[in-house]
């Protein structure tokens, strides 16, 4: 077993995202390995533009607020999250099942965040390692 | 500490249940045990007829595209995926307080899927020696 | 690795509040330790009069309905699920980069149900050791 944390990015919320950025990159800075595994709608954020486009998972705030709360409280954007990410060497990975699914090409995706394209047989081999498990 | 992937399956949303059943194929095609632990929405999905009535967990796609993309990319239905779930020898337990709660009988569920019918003990008791803990 | 299960409950739908802290109350019950962290919609319901509040995960059931099913299957109510999980033991965290974003004040939660208010590290810290980890 690692000190590694796996997370299943299913869900295509700007909440949810936060969250899974937010763990992964707090698991890298105290020492920990990190995967992301993007999946069906989680993967429609990994897309050109697509990190913007999120819903929030539960009506009880409108986006335009969410974002101004997020300002005020100085928390980092996505894209700060996930370039952070990248920079404490998090993994990527894009499930290949979903791209055909969803019809996303490759050159629809930001290429330079991927590390790799895989199925199920990769997440397993991941997550059986992993101290940290979780689906998001 | 066993090769095994439990997973809570809470939602009744049909992109969850392939993931779930995805998630449960992969881990037993690659040796490991398997459990899943059907529960509030998700043990809807296990009433006669009830597999194909889980709508999406996300409106960025309507059912009929969905489903016509499933087969154009030769995925197969939940259907053949809980089949083989069961032919690789996976585990199905079904929620007894969900029953309760949602006035769910014995004869109301596909009865030949359920290895057992059990509460919280069993799920923890499965969850404590697994190494791949995912609640969906 | 310690026997124990931390739960991060992001949602705060009712459903999911039951599986969170069922599965909190029964991991206690059968010996092992017990960490809920909540976050985002899930913080919203330690909030005075909150617990109340959370709407269901899946509008396949009214809250109504929902309610008088639970009565009749004689499910305990969130209050008394969150009252046993103190007595048994169960740690609860706050999330303060979520109290920051909804604006949520400390005079504003439930403080005698809340044993630590921290941020990611904190989190990583339970979950790194912890035999179940789940994202709510």
């Known amino acids: 077993m690692i000190d590694k944390t796996t997370i299943i990015v299913h869900s295509g919320n700007m909440d949810k995202l936060y969250s899974a950025l937010i763990i992964g990159d707090g698991a890298l800075s105290m020492g920990m390995e990190s995967t992301l595994f993007f999946t069906f709608w989680g ?21 335009n607020m969410f974002n101004s709360r997020l300002k005020q409280a100085n928390v980092a954007t996505l894209e700060k999250l996930i370039q952070d990410y990248k920079e404490l060497g998090g993994k990527i990975i894009a499930c290949e099942m979903t791209m055909e699914i969803m019809g996303v090409k490759k050159e629809d995706l930001r290429e330079e965040l991927i590390d790799e394209y895989g199925a199920i047989g990769t997440y397993i081999h991941e997550a059986r390692e992993s101290k940290i498990n979780l689906f998001i």
């Open 43 to 63: 993967l429609e954020r990994l897309t050109k533009g697509g990190l913007d486009k999120g819903s929030l998972s539960m009506g009880e705030m409108d986006m």
